[in-house]
């Protein structure tokens, strides 16, 4: 059986626990619910299969009957913590606290690597930063970015980013990006990403009171438009965006990071067309 860290969903770790030991031994269902005691034979089925959540004073009695102690009865606390999370404000922080565990006890751990470097703008900064200045140490990097940044903030965010494999140090001291992806599983990618969304839209609006117009582009329009249209736009939108991508990738001379921001968003709620105006 996998380690408990290679697991972002506690039911699945659950169900790989009753398969292991049914495969070594006789055990069903009503025996993993007795031996975490519990009266209902069926209920740990029940959440592994997700028609329940395991309660609170369940995470317990089930750790206990897996054996889990230390870091793992930590991180499979959190993991129930994430999997029950009613918002995604409760399920951001249930991964900040994996990230602070998982630091605190030298393990690395994909969803919380992505959130992490998601959540702090400065990491995307630093990775297209560094390698453009040659042997600077962080202090100058940390001045080179308009957010208020420290040397020890870049020191720390340059170590994440060897450590998760998208910056290489080279032997002459400079920085080197990699083909690497950020990874993590297919519910925690969406809500960093969505974090990181935020952070950078609060960059935006800081960029039209900091930056002059020469250097920064802003423009909107506001448009009545149905679903279909809605599908469409969004299709051109992505098309301009991988152009954007392959004009920023055929730069030779890059002197400067940027960030581009493409929003599409509504205004009002729908308008119910089959309301009748007027009389009968």
């Keep these: 059986m996998k380690p408990i860290t290679e697991y972002n969903d506690y039911r699945l770790y659950m169900r790989d626990f009753y398969e292991e030991r049914k495969r070594v031994s006789y055990f069903t269902w009503r025996e993993f619910a007795s031996l975490a005691g519990f009266v209902?034979?069926?209920y740990l089925?029940?959440?592994c299969d997700g028609k329940t959540r395991l309660s609170k004073p369940g995470i317990d009695k089930v750790a206990r009957a897996m054996k889990l102690e230390g870091f793992d009865y930590t991180y499979f606390k959190l993991l129930v913590k994430f999997g029950n999370a009613k918002s995604a404000l409760e399920k951001e922080e249930a991964l900040r606290e994996l990230g602070r565990e998982a630091t605190s006890n030298k393990i690395r751990i994909l969803d919380a690597d992505a959130f992490h470097y998601y959540e702090k703008p400065i990491c995307?900064?630093?990775r297209e930063l560094a390698p453009l200045m040659p042997n600077a140490d962080?202090?100058?990097?940390a001045e080179k970015i308009r957010e208020k940044t420290s040397a020890l903030d870049v020191r720390e965010i340059l170590g994440f980013l060897v450590k998760t494999g998208l910056l290489v140090k080279t032997g002459n001291g400079t920085y080197e990006q990699t083909e690497k992806s950020v990874k993590g599983s297919k519910e925690a990618i969406p809500l960093a990403i969505r974090t990181m969304n935020k952070k950078m839209a609060a960059l935006a609006t800081r960029s039209i009171e900091k930056d002059s117009v020469e250097e920064r582009n802003f423009s909107g329009v506001t448009m009545g438009i149905d679903e279909s249209a809605y599908t469409r736009i969004v299709e051109e939108i992505n098309t301009c965006r991988k152009?954007?991508?392959?004009?920023?990738?055929?730069c030779q001379n890059i002197n400067q990071v940027y960030r581009l921001n493409l929003q599409l968003f509504p205004l009002t709620d729908k308008i119910n067309k089959e309301s009748k105006k007027g009389g009968l």
Excluded: F, H, N, Q
Aim: charged letters at 30%; a neutral charge.
């Design 138 to 141: 962080p202090s100058e990097i």
């Design 243 to 250: 152009k954007i991508i392959d004009i920023a990738r055929e």
């Design 45 to 47: 089925k029940l959440v």
């Design 124 to 126: 995307p900064i630093v």
């Design 40 to 42: 209902s034979p069926t």
